[in-house]
């Protein structure tokens, strides 16, 4: 059954090219009023009543609400639902949103199903009593500025009669106040979801350019999306070698699972994403383009590729729950806005980053020209003396004591060796092993922190650990080295890396403690940098904690995951 139409249905009260005009709404319902039976008129009051009530608010979900309720109200009716068709898409039959009166819950989720087709007339008439009968249903469409909005729906009268002509004149009338009332919450609406999107938009462009690591900025991006778009996960997921999109980046509730998921190459959305193609998906748990493990968590989705100057560095997934409202066109226009916005800041702080380590590599080559030069010729030459000295010494006791200086002297020699090496290291060069890796974030760490933290290894840390954990691990101990050398003003920083341990539940894991001796943390500070380390740790199925440092003082930071 369509919407009812009918000649004499008032027109839209609007200005050309102005606002929505209250009074010209007023004037053509009094029109629409004239001629009307007693019994009508009679009903005035009721209906000025029902116009002031759904002209209140400016929310437009709210609103929306209040339209239906007032609606059945003025009607008599146990029922009613409003239908908002997305202008945006092509046929027409899209769904931007879907509200209820009188329905329980699951029915609202069954309706909800076939609002934007003509099953949900069928579904709405099965409510009436008796079922179906052809009096006990109203359709009127819901206009704004001129263009269909949305259907009003109304079944199930009162006392099991019929709606009236009295009825139709009325909830007409209402609708042409509904309209008025939904466009100017829409223009609210919409302009607080452009300032909303735009701040966003302004508080990650400050965030990235403000010196945070590679880990952060991603972080950053991933938890502003989750908050603008109200969805259940920010993801990032950048390129993998495989050809793939690996997750590498979650702001939710529930992040377990999600870190280092991995979208493959064949399927049908890479190539679209690489290729800078937003992908919008209805319902992630049965389309089936979305073939990881975790896509059933979700329905509504939007994946945006992070595009900049013709570059995809990567790509913003903002998946909702199960059963929520999809994304309308207003929201992935300005989701895909924020993504070309949050690429671009990406390049700009990658940039930033770049300068700043040709800057650190620099002062390396430096710090080690002057080791060599300076320090191993004295140490050397210092030995040569006490070698002298021992074998003119006469007492055996200091010939020993002065052997032992000079063995002292040879071990930092070859240390003072290794560091240099470790400095004068380009960052291609790092063989791929656990313990490489955390003695290279260790000797990068050096140069800020002005002295070599120690670095402790027990078990086969390179043969134990995989290689999605030691991914992690290296960025929990390039986070913890980073706190240490920012915040807590240490003289003294040890570093040991278990692969022994085991978690509380039995399960074989590797430990990460990093301690250091310095300020340890106030009271009222920043705690981001230890979320992080959590949230990382718990992706795995592991946990992050942290206490006091060495000798009671400074910060022991314990991160530990499965192996």
């Given at each position: 059954?369509?919407?009812?139409?009918?000649?004499?249905?008032?027109?839209?009260?609007?200005?050309?090219?102005?606002?929505?005009?209250?009074?010209?709404?007023?004037?053509?319902?009094?029109?629409?009023?004239?001629?009307?039976?007693?019994?009508?008129?009679?009903?005035?009051?009721?209906?000025?009543?029902?116009?002031?009530?759904?002209?209140?608010?400016?929310?437009?979900?709210?609103?929306?609400d209040r339209i239906a309720g007032t609606?059945?109200?003025?009607?008599?009716?146990?029922?009613?639902?409003?239908?908002?068709?997305?202008?945006?898409?092509?046929?027409?039959?899209?769904?931007?949103?879907?509200?209820?009166?009188?329905?329980?819950?699951?029915?609202?989720?069954?309706?909800?199903?076939?609002?934007g087709s003509s099953e949900l007339l069928?579904?709405?008439?099965?409510?009436?009593?008796?079922?179906?009968?052809?009096?006990?249903?109203?359709?009127?469409?819901?206009?704004?500025?001129?263009?269909?909005?949305?259907?009003?729906?109304?079944?199930?009268?009162?006392?099991?009669?019929?709606?009236?002509?009295?009825?139709?004149?009325?909830?007409?009338?209402?609708?042409?106040?509904?309209?008025?009332?939904?466009?100017?919450?829409?223009?609210?609406?919409?302009?607080?979801?452009?300032?909303?999107?735009?701040?966003?938009?302004?508080?990650?462009?400050?965030?990235?350019?403000?010196?945070?690591?590679?880990?952060?900025?991603?972080?950053?991006?991933?938890?502003?999306?989750?908050?603008?778009?109200?969805?259940?996960?920010?993801?990032?997921?950048?390129?993998?070698?495989?050809?793939?999109?690996?997750?590498?980046?979650?702001?939710?509730?529930?992040?377990?699972?999600?870190?280092?998921?991995?979208?493959?190459?064949?399927?049908?959305?890479?190539?679209?994403?690489?290729?800078?193609?937003?992908?919008?998906?209805?319902?992630?748990?049965?389309?089936?383009?979305?073939?990881?493990?975790?896509?059933?968590?979700?329905?509504?989705?939007?994946?945006?590729?992070?595009?900049?100057?013709?570059?995809?560095?990567?790509?913003?997934?903002?998946?909702?729950?199960?059963?929520?409202?999809?994304?309308?066109?207003?929201?992935?226009?300005?989701?895909?806005?924020?993504?070309?916005?949050?690429?671009?800041?990406?390049?700009?702080?990658?940039?930033?980053?770049?300068?700043?380590?040709?800057?650190?590599?620099?002062?390396?080559?430096?710090?080690?020209?002057?080791?060599?030069?300076?320090?191993?010729?004295?140490?050397?030459?210092?030995?040569?003396?006490?070698?002298?000295?021992?074998?003119?010494?006469?007492?055996?006791?200091?010939?020993?004591?002065?052997?032992?200086?000079?063995?002292?002297?040879?071990?930092?020699?070859?240390?003072?060796?290794?560091?240099?090496?470790?400095?004068?290291?380009?960052?291609?060069?790092?063989?791929?092993?656990?313990?490489?890796?955390?003695?290279?974030?260790?000797?990068?760490?050096?140069?800020?922190?002005?002295?070599?933290?120690?670095?402790?290894?027990?078990?086969?840390?390179?043969?134990?650990?995989?290689?999605?954990?030691?991914?992690?691990?290296?960025?929990?101990?390039?986070?913890?080295?980073?706190?240490?050398?920012?915040?807590?003003?240490?003289?003294?920083?040890?570093?040991?890396?278990?692969?022994?341990?085991?978690?509380?539940?039995?399960?074989?894991?590797?430990?990460?403690?990093?301690?250091?001796?310095?300020?340890?943390?106030?009271?009222?500070?920043?705690?981001?940098?230890?979320?992080?380390?959590?949230?990382?740790?718990?992706?795995?199925?592991?946990?992050?904690?942290?206490?006091?440092?060495?000798?009671?003082?400074?910060?022991?930071?314990?991160?530990?995951?499965?192996?």
């Amino acid at each position: 059954m369509p919407p009812t139409e009918e000649p004499s249905a008032p027109r839209d009260a609007t200005l050309p090219g102005g606002p929505l005009d209250p009074l010209a709404a007023a004037t053509e319902a009094t029109r629409s009023l004239q001629g009307m039976s007693t019994e009508l008129t009679a009903r005035i009051p009721q209906l000025l009543e029902a116009m002031r009530s759904v002209g209140t608010g400016l929310e437009l979900h709210s609103t929306l609400d209040r339209i239906a309720g007032t609606a059945a109200e003025l009607a008599d009716a146990r029922y009613a639902a409003i239908a908002v068709t997305e202008a945006a898409d092509p046929a027409g039959e899209g769904l931007a949103d879907f509200v209820t009166y009188g329905f329980a819950e699951e029915e609202h989720r069954r309706l909800g199903a076939h609002a934007g087709s003509s099953e949900l007339l069928g579904a709405l008439l099965s409510r009436s009593a008796p079922a179906g009968a052809p009096g006990d249903f109203l359709a009127v469409p819901i206009r704004v500025e001129g263009e269909i909005f949305g259907n009003l729906y109304l079944t199930g009268k009162r006392g099991g009669g019929e709606f009236g002509v009295a009825d139709l004149h009325m909830v007409k009338i209402l609708a042409t106040e509904a309209g008025i009332a939904i466009g100017n919450a829409r223009v609210y609406e919409q302009g607080r979801q452009r300032m909303r999107w735009i701040d966003g938009s302004v508080a990650v462009t400050t965030a990235l350019l403000s010196g945070s690591d590679a880990e952060d900025a991603l972080s950053v991006v991933a938890e502003q999306a989750r908050r603008l778009a109200d969805s259940a996960a920010g993801i990032v997921l950048l390129p993998d070698a495989e050809g793939g999109l690996e997750m590498v980046a979650v702001s939710a509730d529930d992040p377990a699972g999600l870190l280092g998921t991995v979208i493959p190459p064949h399927s049908p959305v890479v190539d679209r994403l690489l290729a800078g193609e937003p992908v919008f998906v209805e319902d992630s748990a049965t389309d089936p383009r979305m073939i990881t493990d975790v896509a059933p968590r979700f329905g509504p989705s939007m994946l945006l590729p992070l595009r900049s100057g013709g570059r995809v560095l990567g790509t913003l997934a903002i998946p909702r729950d199960r059963g929520a409202r999809p994304y309308t066109a207003a929201e992935r226009t300005l989701a895909g806005q924020f993504a070309a916005q949050a690429a671009l800041a990406l390049v700009l702080a990658e940039a930033q980053r770049d300068r700043e380590r040709l800057a650190v590599y620099e002062d390396r080559d430096r710090i080690a020209r002057d080791l060599h030069d300076l320090v191993i010729q004295r140490l050397f030459a210092t030995g040569l003396l006490l070698e002298s000295a021992q074998r003119k010494a006469v007492v055996p006791d200091v010939r020993t004591r002065v052997g032992q200086a000079v063995d002292e002297l040879d071990v930092t020699i070859q240390e003072i060796r290794t560091a240099i090496f470790a400095l004068q290291q380009g960052p291609a060069e790092a063989p791929a092993g656990l313990r490489t890796r955390v003695l290279r974030e260790i000797g990068t760490a050096a140069v800020p922190l002005g002295f070599q933290p120690s670095a402790a290894f027990v078990g086969a840390v390179d043969a134990k650990v995989g290689e999605r954990t030691g991914k992690n691990l290296v960025a929990a101990l390039r986070e913890a080295l980073s706190n240490a050398f920012r915040h807590a003003r240490a003289s003294r920083i040890e570093v040991v890396v278990d692969a022994t341990a085991r978690l509380p539940d039995g399960r074989e894991a590797v430990r990460l403690t990093v301690a250091d001796d310095g300020v340890g943390i106030p009271e009222g500070g920043r705690r981001s940098g230890l979320r992080n380390l959590a949230k990382r740790a718990e992706s795995l199925g592991g946990s992050s904690a942290y206490g006091p440092g060495l000798d009671g003082r400074g910060t022991r930071v314990v991160w530990e995951a499965p192996l």
